[in-house]
């Protein structure tokens, strides 16, 4: 099930390993760890660049065949990064995993739904920190995703540059001279380059400004979504802002824009703050432990509010109502609680009201320990 | 503002002390400790004598000096049964006491609110641990009520009926060959007793059975109210359960109908805590951690609010799910967390607001002092 790529490896080889999880299904990946610049409101930042090979046809319209021949070249790829750059990479294809470890890719912002889809001949590149993931066969053949902590567009976009260009030595990726890189999507056409902040607003949802804030940075070509992408609610406060355009501008361009956009809503989410706590603070505070209260001693809860919960959590942390601590432990629960994590860590199959059972007792332990 | 009867006592003498709370705004009454005969359901039990001097008119309709000669006369005869008895008693009147120490007897159930409405010759005679409260002018001239924690009927008549003999001795009772004891209203005509039983009742709540259960008790005599009396809501679960009739009855009849009754209750509640544990023990163990976990934490809270929640609390620690320590503070909390308590408590006055605030203070204190 599991195919590792690390120095010093010359050819790639198939592990399979169908009785023992996926590593990645109980690690914690190095963006779910606190810190990282602005962490007070932004939880992550990701640069993901699409990019597909010039002798194969769009993976929306490839044979199941070329699909597979696409996966086995990137595979095959990553290897030579592994090789020239000393970072462990391994290379996990779908349709020899079981369910529960696909879901908890989607759910460790690793994959998209969409490549769950394509499992047939969809394959991840995972580094060891999953700072790294490449989706093989999601809508293009290659998407590089970086994802980082805190709001950190530039070691995102170095990172990403970085495998991109190593990748480029080995691959022949489909560019045009007038259009750039071609994607199967025209939306992606260009720089293939999307970028995006995941942000958390509880100022700014408390105090009803999102719905204005979100059709202005419509205008200025920012898309928002919730934080388990397109269609989305923005449950726990979370919003995911990214450009919408990547043809007719440069790379430089793309981030620096969604960088402005990204300064402009943590510069009002913390006015938000600070207005919402001068305004009642006994109203704000009470509200933090009262969540913090529930998370600490409820037997039974849903994701959804468990979500919503962390989020006021995480706020009163952020105001120093709350040790820095409780704060920590928010972006690792945030995906630990989540369905298919919360399987794999268990080891079990539950049912939905026992899930809701271990998923309290999971936040409890963690919520305390960090008190 | 306090006149203080202990023995030896020849003559009643005034004490006025207007700057002093009166003792009874701070102190715990021995109903508020927890114990007593089936404790788990049972939270006191008493015992009310309704009396009158046969040589004035009925309180609702003498005037302000007869009123105050009913006031002396009885306060005169506690000093007596102090004497004797070798118990401390001490008589407020309420026109020499401020507002808030008025409600707090209210709140204390040491005397009704109708008895604050005849301020002008009111008064309230207290023992050492407030298990006797005498009300002076209330509807009657007297009414001398007994309460004890848990279910207790034989200690809280016992009680009674001694204070009464004593009184007796002193006082000329208006007593009817025929009729009996005379009152104000011929509802409390004959024996003049009136028993009643606080329950708390959760389960049956929980399990939707109060409202058959109570038209059903309406049928067997048995008048169920909220714990602060006629007309009040059953906050926090609390049912006061009481005789409706107390004429062409012997005192003995009506206190056996009555523990026929509460016991009834208190079987059924047990069993309904049981059937709630076992078809849901999450369901019910996640809604007392919650409410715990909202005690424990909260910065702001009603008192509506406060009792629902230390209900739950309550229940939890009945069934082993909490601590027991947990319930020894449910009655005391549940008379200090009250508007008039909480201020004398305090010594300041508090809008709303503070003292939402101030009661979730004290609550949280308590609490985890107990956990």
């Known amino acids: 099930m599991r195919q590792r ?42 640069v993901r660049l699409a990019r597909n090979l010039v002798e194969y046809p769009f993976t929306p319209v490839a044979s199941p065949e070329a699909g597979k021949e696409v996966r086995d070249a990137v595979a095959q790829a990553t290897c030579e990064i592994g090789r020239v750059s000393s970072e462990g990479y391994a290379v ?18 690793l994959a998209s739904p969409h490549l769950l889809d394509q ?25 590089i995703q970086c994802l980082f902590p805190g709001f950190d567009m530039d070691a995102a976009w170095e990172r990403a540059d970085s495998v991109d260009d190593h990748l ?21 056409l260009g720089t293939g380059l999307r970028g995006s902040v995941m942000l958390h607003l509880p100022g700014l949802v408390l105090s009803g400004q999102m719905e204005q804030i979100m059709s202005g940075l419509h205008k200025v070509g920012a898309v928002v979504r919730g934080v388990y992408g397109e269609g989305s609610a923005a449950e726990g406060n979370l919003f995911q802002v990214s450009n919408r355009v ?19 809503l943590i510069n009002r989410e913390r006015s938000a703050r600070e207005a919402l706590f001068n305004a009642d603070q006994y109203a704000l505070e009470d509200r933090v432990y009262r969540s ?12 959804e509010e468990a979500l919503g919960l962390l989020s006021m959590v995480r706020l009163g942390s952020d105001l120093g ?26 080891e079990e199959t539950l049912d939905a009201e026992h899930r809701d059972i271990r998923r309290a007792s999971m936040i409890r332990e963690r919520i305390q320990q960090a008190s």
Chains 1, 2 share one sequence.
């Open 5 to 46: 790529f690390a120095t010093p490896c010359v050819n790639w080889m198939v592990i399979r390993m169908p009785e023992v999880p996926a590593p990645f299904a109980t690690s914690v990946s190095e963006w779910m760890r606190s810190g990282g610049p602005s962490d007070d409101v932004v939880v992550s930042t990701r």
């Open 92 to 109: 996990y294809f779908l349709d020899e995993m079981d369910a529960v470890d696909q879901w908890i890719l989607v759910e460790k912002h």
């Open 119 to 143: 499992r047939a001949c969809a394959a991840v590149v995972l580094d060891d920190a999953e700072t790294v993931s490449i989706m093989v066969n999601e809508e293009d053949h290659l998407r």
């Open 168 to 188: 480029s030595r080995v691959l022949d990726y489909a560019f045009d001279g007038r259009y750039g890189y071609l994607t199967a999507c025209p939306s992606n």
């Open 246 to 264: 990547s043809l007719g501008v440069t790379e430089a361009d793309i981030l620096y824009n969604l960088s402005a956009v990204a300064t402009e």
């Open 292 to 303: 913090y209260g529930i998370l600490a001693n409820a037997r039974k809860m849903s994701s």
């Open 321 to 346: 109502i709350l040790t820095p601590k409780v704060r920590a432990t928010f972006a690792e629960l945030m995906v630990r609680m989540r369905r298919a994590s919360l399987q794999r860590i268990l």
